[in-house]
């Protein structure tokens, strides 16, 4: 077992942008740590350099204290599953689990033995016998972690190994796989575009993005203090609302125009914030459980309309556009003046029995406690780093 | 890849709902359809009733035209050395679909997964030669295999064999080896195999159904074959079944139902393995534009 | 980790890439060798023998002289003839096959047997099954016989025996051997023919001369392509057994083809210059041929 360090790895391939640009990522021995960030941000190709299966453009990689960069994947011991599994069609679940212990020179006892043991603990003992071809996806997806996990590697590293199960079987899995690295305790780079899988299985998770690293952090920290706007639109779901909003404050409050609604958020932060100079742009960012609604009497409210409504069941996301008091919302469209937050508009998140019909009329709250503040210019939190 | 090799199914429903007054002419057109079938059938296996008709009698029976005997099977291995031919034949397709294989698998493995600088500019090289007939360079060709004295046994011809077999073994196996998914390979270089290991232990045992499908064209091509066992082979005694059949015949000394039994019998094998492995065939021969 | 530290000696230096490229060489090394030493090299030694006195054993250098005499013999001029007239033979050897698969494919009773008795004949040797046409063609043979039955009991051919028809004869016999694999082709490609394309036809009241012309030869273009090249280039450069065991090239040279022709020239006569120069020139016809070929895989990939 073994840590992983990204130092500075870069990869690019041919001509063009780098797929993964300058990566210093470390991931503890024991640890499970979770590459996410959308389509093409550069988490499969950091994954195969890792494998050995991508050659490393600059920078350095270790595995151990050992730099890698140019060992070959079989001399790294680590393994890796595979977004569609690869299993090998020719061979029984038993010799595809036991196939890297049979090239090691493992005894014959002993192969049985770790296969044995790996399939009791995948539950896979009555399908030894099988072809991959004869299997579910779920069963596959299991013999694809037994492949990796009877080898007792280095590392683990994983290509959104529950992609191609059905939402269910996915929830199952995830918490198989997490139960399954802690019982092992080893290394491991698991990346998802799923932030649900981010959030629930990651020690640690990490946020990509063209290739760069954003920020990693434990998922709590990820959730509550996202570095910047591209992450705190990128974690949670529904996604975070981002509003774009020019500052006229003071030293000890922010006005934030809303439409054609103007509220005071009252600066509480001003230790804990860079402050921008009023008549700057910043982006306040509210999740969707924070908006909450009120009585219009309340402070900071402002008034909304419900656009469209989406029960999913255990909730309730309510798409709100804002509304001037004073106009008629239907005349509203001509009238309004050129503003940057004319297209501001919210969803909510909401219990499921709060009784919410679209066109309804709605005051809500944003509290400021739970907002986040970005330069509209840089997209970087105004929150100062606390060390 | 894969689409085409199931046969098309047996399927009656096409023409099930026929409302009653088309019926009966559809089901004359039917025994139309049949009756055809069965006059091209007699076509088809009109080469197999000369042979056997005409190899069951003796020169005389055949010259007069009337009765049967066994005189020329009995006299045929006296006129044709058919058990020496029948192995010299074996030796030769085996020995070059050996090399076949041995070079196209490796090669196609390389072509398809391992890229090098100039793979793509080689691998049309080689397929281009696919386009090569052997008449259009057989005199340097003759000429250099001679001076290598490689036409004393069978070693030249199963070098010509295996050469002029490597283009079409090269490129389907190239093509079949596009369609398994780098994540395979992938994963068994990750579990510990080099390039070899995951040549000899992944790639050869899934390219099963490609290599069945050379090793059936080949061997039916090989077995066949008349101009490289003719020129390739210098010694008489050990030529090729194909080869005896041709020089005997071409000689115009042999009596006819011998030549008729020993064409017989070189037919066999090729015929067995055909229908054993008709499948394979056909995916052969549809190689590069199936889908 | 000890696995990584400890053996890592010179080769380490080597990156991935190249170590996976130097693999990829290595193993397609043997092929390229095998290709290039039978088939590349003696193409330009044919380029290079064909502008010299050759017997096989000496070569003088004679230059183009070797050409001009080649265009004024009057046996290669034949033996081009030959060849073009064989391809008269083509559209049978397409159109035949296509009806056969045609047939096969409306599947009535024992259509799988049928099949496989079809294609039989593929398996044979064409040298076997010139030896069997020789039969069908001779004297006595039942060509004749099912003349006479049809009552023309005075009518005798011997196809083989006359200049003027001992080609047709011949490219009647090709056009057989041909049948097997090109309606193979052709059957595999109608069952890659959608159903639900001809019932959707059927149900806008096409008729089935419609749908064949419309749906059917639309979708089988790409294996009729193939077909056709593939018969081209069997009809240049895979007759020899045929007319090895059937004609021998006659009567007179009313059969020699252009491969029969080189192999003539190069081990009858001796006069292997001329016959690498012949080859020269069946090299660039089915290279022509050849183009087209890749062309449709190209078209693939
Ligand atoms: N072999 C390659 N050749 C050229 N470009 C590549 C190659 N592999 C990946 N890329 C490019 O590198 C970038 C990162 O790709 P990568 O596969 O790592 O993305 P990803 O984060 O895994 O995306 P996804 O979530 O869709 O799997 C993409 O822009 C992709 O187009
Ligand atoms: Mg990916």
Redesign the pocket.
């Known amino acids: 077992m073994a840590e992983i360090d990204f130092d500075g790895v870069t990869?690019i391939?041919?001509v063009?942008p780098p797929?993964?640009d300058h990566l210093s990522l470390h991931v503890d021995d024991g640890e499970f740590m979770v590459l996410v960030?959308?389509?093409?941000?550069?988490?499969?190709?950091?994954?195969?350099m890792l494998a050995g299966l991508?050659e490393i453009t600059s920078g350095t990689l270790k595995i151990g204290n050992a730099v890698v960069n140019n060992v070959l994947p079989k001399d790294r011991d680590v393994a890796m599953v595979f977004?569609n599994y690869a299993l090998y069609p020719h061979m029984s679940v038993a010799e595809n689990i036991g196939f890297a212990l049979k090239i090691r020179g493992d005894s014959k006892s002993e192969i049985k033995r770790k296969v044995a043991e790996a399939a009791s603990i995948l539950h896979l003992s009555e399908y030894l016998e099988r072809r991959p071809k004869a299997l579910s996806g779920g069963q596959r997806q299991r013999v694809a972690m037994g492949r990796a996990i009877v080898r007792s590697p280095q590392a683990f590293l994983m290509?959104?190994p529950l992609s191609n199960l059905d939402a269910k079987l996915r929830v199952e899995m995830r918490l198989e796989i997490a139960r399954i690295q802690r019982l092992l305790g080893v290394a491991t780079v698991y990346?998802t575009?799923d932030q649900v899988e981010a959030m629930t299985m990651g020690d640690r998770v990490a946020v990509?993005r063209d290739?760069q690293l954003q920020q990693v952090d434990t998922p709590q920290d990820l959730y509550d203090h996202p570095v910047n706007e591209f992450v705190a639109g990128f974690m949670g779901s529904p996604p975070m609302n981002l509003v774009r909003c020019r500052v006229r404050a003071g030293n000890d409050r922010i006005e934030v125009d809303f439409g054609d609604q103007t509220i005071e958020l009252p600066w509480h932060y001003t230790s804990s914030h860079e402050l921008p100079a009023s008549g700057l742009d910043v982006v306040v960012g509210i999740r969707p459980e924070d908006v909450i609604i009120t009585d219009a009497s309340s402070p900071n409210t402002i008034q909304t309309r419900v656009e469209r409504r989406e029960a999913l069941g255990a909730e309730i996301l309510v798409h709100l556009s804002h509304v001037d008091p004073n106009t008629d919302p239907s005349a509203y469209a001509e009238n309004a003046r050129a503003d940057i937050s004319r297209k501001a508009s919210l969803v909510a998140k909401m219990g499921p029995r709060v009784k919410i019909t679209v066109g309804d009329v709605l005051s809500v709250q944003l509290s400021p406690e739970h907002a986040h503040f970005f330069d509209a210019a840089t997209g970087v939190t105004l929150r100062k780093r606390s060390r | 890849m894969t689409t085409l090799i199931t046969p098309p199914q047996e399927s009656d429903d096409r023409e099930a709902p026929t409302p009653p007054s088309r019926n009966t002419r559809a089901k004359v057109g039917r025994w139309a359809l049949f009756f055809a079938m069965v006059v091209i059938a007699v076509v088809m296996l009109y080469p197999f009733w000369v042979m056997i008709i005409t190899s069951l009698k003796s020169e005389a029976q055949f010259l007069s035209g009337g009765g049967f005997s066994w005189l020329s099977w009995k006299h045929l291995s006296a006129t044709i050395p058919v058990g020496q031919e029948v192995l010299s034949s074996t030796i030769v397709c085996s020995a070059s679909i050996l090399i076949i294989l041995v070079v196209g698998l490796p090669a196609g493995f390389a072509f398809a997964k391992l890229r090098f600088r100039t793979s793509t500019a080689v691998f049309l090289v080689i397929v281009s030669a696919m386009m090569v007939p052997l008449q259009a360079i057989l005199m340097p060709e003759f000429v250099n295999v001679t001076k290598l004295g490689l036409t004393g046994g069978y070693f030249g011809a199963i070098l010509v064999y295996a050469a002029l077999g490597t283009p079409f073994s090269v490129f389907l196996f190239t093509t079949y080896f596009r369609g398994v998914p780098d994540e395979l390979i992938e994963a068994g270089i990750v579990d510990g195999l080099g390039y070899f290991g995951a040549l000899w232990r992944l790639v050869v045992p899934i390219a099963i159904p490609a290599i069945a499908t050379v090793t059936v064209l080949q061997f039916i091509q090989i077995w066949d074959d008349l101009l490289v066992g003719l020129l390739f082979i210098q010694n008489t005694s050990e030529r090729p079944i194909t080869v005896g059949l041709a020089v005997l015949a071409a000689g115009r000394t042999t009596s006819i139902p011998e030549l008729m039994a020993g064409s017989f019998i070189s037919a066999l094998p090729a015929m067995i393995v055909y229908l054993g492995f008709q499948r394979y065939l056909v995916k052969g021969l549809t190689m590069g534009i199936d889908r | 980790m000890s696995a990584i530290t400890s053996n890592a000696p010179r080769v380490r230096r080597m990156t991935l890439r190249r170590r996976r490229q130097l693999s990829g060489f290595l193993f397609a090394l043997p092929a390229i060798a095998l290709v290039i030493g039978f088939i590349g090299v003696p193409i330009g030694q044919a380029v290079y023998y064909s502008f010299t006195q050759w017997n096989g054993l000496t070569s003088t250098w004679i230059g183009p002289s070797t050409w001009t005499q080649a265009f004024h013999n009057s046996n290669l001029w034949t033996a081009l003839e030959n060849n073009a007239l064989l391809l008269l033979a083509v559209p049978f050897a397409l159109g035949l096959p296509l009806g056969i698969a045609v047939l096969l494919h409306q599947r009535v009773a024992g259509w799988r047997i049928f099949r496989s008795i079809y294609f039989l004949p593929t398996a044979i040797s064409w040298v076997v099954l010139g030896l069997v046409a020789e039969r069908f063609f001779a004297y006595q043979g039942t060509l004749n016989s099912i003349i006479h039955a049809l009552g023309f009991s005075h009518v005798n051919t011997n196809m083989l025996g006359y200049e003027s028809t001992a080609l047709s004869a011949l490219g009647i016999t090709f056009v057989f051997t041909m049948i097997g694999t090109n309606t193979m082709l052709f059957l595999t490609g109608l069952a890659t023919l959608d159903p639900s394309l001809e019932e959707a036809a059927r149900i806008d009241g096409a008729g089935r001369w419609r749908i064949f012309r419309s749906i059917t030869l639309p979708h089988l273009s790409r294996f009729i392509q193939l077909a056709f090249v593939m018969t081209v280039i069997a009809l240049f450069s895979a007759l020899f057994s045929l007319i090895f065991v059937m004609t021998g090239g006659g009567p007179g040279y009313a059969t020699t083809t252009m491969e029969f022709l080189i192999y003539q020239t190069g081990f009858n006569q001796g006069d292997f210059g001329t016959a690498a120069l012949y080859g020269l020139i069946l090299f660039v016809l089915t290279g022509i041929v050849g183009v087209v070929q890749l062309r449709l895989i190209g078209s693939n990939e």
């Open positions: 990869k391939f041919g063009g797929a993964v960030g959308p389509s093409g941000c550069g988490k499969t190709t950091a994954l195969r991508e977004q290509d959104e990346v575009h990509l290739g």
